[in-house]
């Protein structure tokens, strides 16, 4: 029965792929090359969110597959899991031009997309990579700095998760105490994919309902992403 259900939600992750490949709810339709859906085990138990795709990643419509992607292999390597074992997705879907920041209207426009696939997967860990996923799926403005390494039971639709806020590995790519605090936070993961799923306290976590309520781009500017 399970097997049948987790073969369902990976239909329809392909389907939502499908669809989302057209998409043009926001201005970076018009300058992308192609969607960066995200990719790996549609059944994932860990999934990453990073940012956004950078050149390499519109050029090739995969995730992390630039500097910042050989990074993450390796360390997933260092505790036993390769690419295919988890799903890599990103706030935004599509490349800012230049690589620039994600505008709060364009996370908006693209949050949809994102806590759909946290449904359809149902991960048990989700891995947020730098601020950006972190303060958009916590709720919190509060920096990565500061909540780092920290794991936090949340609600994400009709998903409960443990998410863990961790630097983004572009950032460690050019720094090597962060790449050291990097390191020593991926090596929590096991740990944290053997946990029980806790209750969620009412209130703790994002407050978004999948498709039905997206977070309105005034309180995305609130939650300090910008
Ligand atoms: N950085 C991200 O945040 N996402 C990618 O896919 C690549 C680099």
């Known amino acids: ?3 049948v259900a987790a ?3 990976s239909d329809e992750l392909e389907a939502l792929h ?3 490949s057209n998409c ?3 201005r970076l339709a018009e300058t992308r090359n192609q969607v960066v859906f995200g990719s790996g ?3 994932a138990e860990l999934m990453f969110v990073g940012e956004a795709p950078g050149f390499h990643e519109d050029q ?3 995730p992390f597959v630039g500097a910042a992607g050989k990074l993450l292999e390796r360390l997933l390597a260092g505790i036993g899991l390769a690419r295919d074992d988890v799903f890599i997705g990103n706030v935004l879907k599509c490349r800012p031009p230049g690589n620039r920041d994600p505008l709060a209207d364009e996370i908006e426009a693209c949050q949809n997309h994102l806590f759909r696939q946290i449904e359809l997967i149902q991960p048990r860990v989700v891995a947020t990579l730098g601020n950006f996923a972190t303060k958009l799926l916590s709720g919190n403005p509060t920096g990565i700095t500061r909540v780092h390494g920290r794991e936090q039971n949340v609600r994400l639709g009709r998903s409960e998760v443990l998410l863990y806020p961790i630097y983004h590995p572009a950032a460690a790519l050019y720094t090597q105490a962060m790449l050291g605090v990097l390191e020593e936070d991926f090596r929590r993961l096991p740990e944290l994919l053997g946990r029980e799923a806790a209750p969620v306290e009412p209130g703790e ?3 978004a309902e999948i498709a039905a309520e997206p977070i309105a781009s005034e309180a995305v500017t609130q939650l300090g992403l910008f």
Do not use: K
Request: charged share 5%.
């Open 24 to 26: 043009t709810a926001c």
């Open 41 to 43: 085990n549609p059944a």
């Open 18 to 20: 499908a669809s989302v």
């Open 60 to 62: 090739q419509g995969l």
């Open 1 to 3: 029965m399970a097997a």
């Open 7 to 9: 073969a369902s939600r």
């Open 205 to 207: 976590g994002a407050t």
